[in-house]
């Protein structure tokens, strides 16, 4: 409970320190909102007012301040451009996102798990050795890339999946998982790719301690050996990459977004950065930013369950 206790307290001072970062970027780039959304051709009246209005015109600490309280009560402001209320189009946004990281993350665990595993225990085979090359080709392949062959081969050439788009869960779920399809592949083979690496990593450090020889001289077959006492141990360090990877595909999915017109976070990012939004970019990057922490605290306090040596100390 203490670790829990710490953990949750070290989310919300980054989550702060976050929110200061965020805003203090956005706040010294070049360009006024109010001029953006008035034209070239404003008055400096009409700017002044609009300033007023938009709250722009007071101190930048007097800004954080009355941004941070709005944050509290999840009032992330209204939009510069179309006077929108922030909060409801970030939470459409995030449950479309979270859906593309999540089927990403499921295609490169089950891709990984097996291939990683395969590698090692083949590893001075040809098998084993076409695998790691198979891995290390699909590190080097980009996932907007990885996008662009699936798009060609399974939508313009065989015609079997929506080239983009998207359909809601609660109008079609069929047609919902079809436009999901390609955008999780495009992401999950990437990071699946990544992920082999440190598997196949992780599992051949396991075949070489003791307590393996030990099952094996014990007359446990060496598969048995294995899954029974390897793939724990192993699974210890793999934990660690799979939080790095769920925040990477968090973030990845901002440019995958793109390719497949998928409205997501990355989407309404690019929108508003378009736009010149600049305190809908503030929300949307902050709630990536508190996505990647809350994961990060997630897969610690998994590491520190999955190996019971952390829980002794």
């Known amino acids: ?38 034209g070239t051709n404003a ?22 301040l009355d941004w941070g309280r709005g944050l509290l009560h999840g009032d992330f402001g209204t939009s510069y451009v179309t006077h929108d209320l922030i909060g409801p189009r970030i939470t459409d946004r995030l449950g479309v ?14 891709l990984a798990l097996p291939a990683g595993v395969l590698a090692a225990a083949w590893h001075r085979r040809a ?8 891995s290390q080709a699909g590190i080097a392949v980009p996932a907007f890339l990885a996008g ?23 109008d079609d779920p069929g047609e919902w998982a079809r436009h999901l399809v390609l955008p999780c ?3 999950g083979l990437v990071q699946g790719a990544v992920l082999t690496r440190y598997v196949r990593s992780a599992v051949l450090t396991v075949l070489h301690q003791d307590f393996l020889r030990t099952a094996r001289a ?48 990355g989407d309404l990012l690019l929108q508003g950065v378009a736009d010149r939004d600049l305190l809908l970019v503030q929300g949307v990057v902050l709630v990536l930013v508190v996505a990647v922490l809350v994961v ?18």
């Not at 008055?43 to 954080?64: C, I, K, M, N, S």
């Not at 098998?127 to 198979?134: D, K």
């Not at 081969?153 to 079997?160: D, K, M």
Request: net charge positive; aromatic share 8%; with cysteine.
């Open 1 to 38: 409970m203490r670790f829990f206790l710490r953990k949750i307290a070290g989310l919300l001072v980054s989550a702060v320190v976050a929110s200061f970062v965020v805003f203090a970027f956005l706040a010294v780039l070049p360009g006024d909102p109010a001029e953006v959304a008035l």
């Open 43 to 64: 008055t400096p009246d009409a700017v002044a007012a609009l300033r007023h209005e938009f709250g722009t015109d007071r101190p930048l600490v007097v800004q954080y």
């Open 97 to 110: 996102t979270c859906w593309l990281a999540a089927g990403g993350m499921l295609v490169a665990v089950l």
């Open 127 to 134: 098998a084993g050795t076409v695998l790691s090359a198979l």
């Open 148 to 170: 662009i062959l699936l798009v060609y081969v399974f939508a313009v050439r065989a015609g079997a999946l929506p080239a983009g788009g998207y359909t809601p869960l609660a």
């Open 185 to 187: 592949l495009s992401l």
């Open 218 to 265: 014990k007359g446990r077959r060496r598969r048995a050996a294995l899954w029974r006492h390897g793939l724990p141990n192993a699974a210890v360090p793999v934990l660690t990459v799979l939080g790095l990877q769920l925040s990477t595909l968090l973030v990845g999915a901002v440019v995958v977004e793109r390719v497949f017109v998928v409205p997501g976070l």
């Open 296 to 313: 990060n605290v997630l897969t610690d306090l998994l590491y520190h369950l999955a190996d019971p040596r952390l829980r002794s100390r």
